[in-house]
T-cell receptor, first 114, second 115 residues
Framework: GENVEQHPSTLSVQEGDSAVIKCTYS??????FPWYKQELGKRPQLIID?????GEKKDQRIAVTLNKTAKHFSLHITETQPEDSAVYFC?????????????FGSGTRLSIRP | ETGVTQTPRHLVMGMTNKKSLKCEQH?????MYWYKQSAKKPLELMFV???????ENNSVPSRFSPECPNSSHLFLHLHTLQPEDSALYLC??????????????FGPGTRLTVT
């Protein structure tokens, strides 16, 4: 079946350094790729997303890149801060309605070292 | 709490019990979702309802039975659960965009323990 692979499962970086999380997907019909952040004991929240007609999107310290040919997309966090510590989930969706199929990656636990 | 609410927040039940989880969204969305979150599978989609009709059922055991009486409310009825069903159950909602992409708004979850 369709799946999304996410790497690494855990990531520890020094405060101020950059962090990169990568995902690959298998469904060639995927057209929307959101990233969710889940802090400890809290609900997942969308932090950035990208659509299949765009190669890169930035929002302050966060950026996402998409390579449709290779079927992978990545989350980049620059100048990391303690509040960036959380679990990050990538996802891919196909379809054009709320009935669209969404598949989440297995998550990356990011820790920021002071 | 606004947005998406879930009750109860914590539930302990025996394997022979019957209980229900409730989700309510105050965002005017027309799609709702149930997810199971555990250490083994961090975010596992269980059911999707769009315009109150079930459109996705990811091979979930019949001991889980969803119900969506209207676009604002979603239930998950539980009966004869197994200990491996212990997990955090998250509800989410979204607006059908009629186009590409949509954000899902998650509730705080119900922490379920099956004894």
């Amino acid at each position: 079946g369709e799946n999304v692979e996410q790497h690494p499962s855990t990531l520890s970086v020094q405060e101020g350094d950059s962090a990169v999380i990568k995902c690959t997907y298998s469904d060639s019909a995927s057209n929307y790729f959101p990233w969710y952040k889940q802090e400890l004991g809290k609900r997942p929240q969308l932090i950035i997303d990208i659509r299949s007609n765009v190669g890169e999107k930035k929002d302050q310290r966060i950026a996402v890149t998409l390579n449709k040919t290779a079927k992978h997309f990545s989350l980049h966090i620059t100048e990391t801060q303690p509040e960036d510590s959380a679990v990050y989930f990538c996802a891919s969706t196909s379809g054009y309605s709320s009935a669209s199929k969404i598949i989440f990656g297995s998550g990356t636990r990011l820790s920021i070292r002071p | 709490e606004t947005g998406v609410t879930q009750t109860p927040r914590h539930l302990v039940m025996g394997m022979t019990n019957k209980k229900s989880l409730k989700c309510e969204q105050h965002l005017g969305h027309n799609a709702m979702y149930w997810y199971k979150q555990s250490a083994k599978k961090p975010l596992e989609l269980m059911f999707v309802y769009s315009l109150e009709e079930r459109v996705e059922n990811n091979s979930v055991p019949s001991r889980f039975s969803p119900e969506c009486p209207n676009s604002s409310h979603l239930f998950l009825h539980l009966h004869t659960l197994q200990p491996e069903d212990s997990a955090l159950y998250l509800c989410a909602s979204s607006q059908d965009p009629g186009g590409q992409g949509y954000e899902q708004y998650f509730g705080p979850g119900t922490r379920l323990t099956v004894t």
